[in-house]
């Protein structure tokens, strides 16, 4: 079994800053796909960035050049700094982990609330 779970999340706001982790634990024995999601009240969660195994990573258009993703697969953690956060940014952001080997074994966290207001 595998554990994620994400931190880093609050309250900034607006043009502020924010980094959330995720961590996975568990049964890993290599690196995941690995990919930020987000949920807003009253709207459908929608892919934010994925970094694969390997590292490409893929950004929604919302995002870019905004925030940026990273891993340490020693750690089995990925990173998202958010910079220049703007309102329509707040959402409960969930972390997801996919095993490249055997994609119907996936995992969510719990989500980590991030509120950009002033």
């Known amino acids: 079994q595998v554990q994620v779970v994400e931190s880093g999340g609050g309250l900034v706001q607006p043009g502020g800053s924010l980094r959330l982790s995720c961590a996975a634990s568990g049964s890993i024995f290599r690196p995941y796909h690995m990919g930020w999601y987000r949920q807003a009240p009253g709207k459908q969660r929608e892919l934010v960035v994925a970094i694969g195994s390997g590292g490409s990573t893929s950004y929604a258009d919302s995002v870019k050049g905004r925030f940026t993703i990273s891993r340490d697969n020693a750690k089995n953690t990925v990173y998202l700094q958010m910079n220049s956060l703007k309102s329509e940014d707040t959402a409960v952001y969930y972390c997801?982990?996919?095993?490249?080997?055997?994609?119907?074994?996936?995992?969510w966290g719990q989500g980590t609330q991030v509120t950009v207001s002033s």
């Open positions: 997801h982990a996919v095993d490249p080997i055997n994609s119907a074994l996936d995992y």
